[in-house]
């Protein structure tokens, strides 16, 4: 099976430009969740989806995040417009419903903002 | 919020020793607990988790305990081999009924096995 898969894998964009991030999570997950990993803040989590609807987005740090899910298969992470303290890796994951289900996590992408 | 400690940050054993980590959780109503495995520039990979229906899992040198009165839970990794070199990560989240929830990570543990 196909693993959740992330693009690009790395990334670097000098400050004030719009950044993507794209996901796509394992077939038949309900589940999607973004998360960002610095060496000063660790793993947080930014937002989750169910079923494609935002269901906790207090993560998204600031107005200059947004994330959409347009459909089970697809999900993105947009940073616009970028700053250098944006970056970081950040990792995609997906998880099945059914009461704490496992999260499986992308390869994650590496963000240098200049 | 949830927030989740985890110690030490940094621990080097023999190979062929034990090792354990540990964490705690503020909120009570958690009652999810994984561990994440990640080496560098990879991935986070799940290598166990428990429930808070259960006190104790297994999986061949690795194994999980949780004290739910005392919110606090352990990952121990036995007969330590070179490969078990990595960053360790407990996480925390509250899933009610059929559903899920973010994951609130500890700041992870650097293990050094020494040869």
């Known amino acids: 099976d196909a693993g959740v898969i992330q693009s690009p894998r790395h990334e670097v964009t000098e400050m004030g430009q719009e950044v993507t991030l794209r996901c796509k999570p394992i077939s038949g997950h309900d589940y999607l969740f973004w998360y960002r990993q610095t060496m000063m803040r660790g793993l947080e989590l930014l937002i989750y989806?169910?079923?494609?609807?935002?269901?906790?987005d207090s993560g998204m740090p600031e107005d200059r995040f947004s994330a959409k899910m347009p459909n089970a298969s697809f999900s993105t992470l947009k940073i616009q417009p970028s700053e250098p303290r944006d970056s970081a890796v950040y990792f995609c994951a997906s998880s099945r419903t059914g009461g704490n289900q496992p999260q499986h996590f992308g390869d994650g992408t590496r963000l240098s903002i200049l | 919020g949830e927030n989740v400690e985890q110690h030490p940050s940094t621990l080097s054993v023999q190979e062929g020793d034990s090792a354990v980590i540990k964490c705690t959780y503020s909120d009570s109503a958690s009652n999810y607990f994984p561990w994440y495995k990640q080496e560098l520039g990879k991935r986070p990979q799940l290598i166990i988790d428990i429930r808070s229906n259960v006190g104790e899992k297994k999986d061949q040198r690795i194994a999980v305990t949780l004290n739910k009165t005392a919110k606090h839970f352990s990952l121990h990794i036995t007969e330590t081999q070179p490969e078990d070199s990595a960053v360790y990560f407990c996480?925390?989240?509250?899933?009610?009924?059929?559903?899920?929830?973010?994951?609130?990570f500890g700041k992870g543990t650097h293990l050094i096995i020494q040869p």
């Open positions: 996480a925390a989240s509250i899933g009610s009924g059929g559903g899920a929830d973010g994951l609130t």
């Open positions: 989806f169910n079923n494609n609807v935002p269901i906790d």
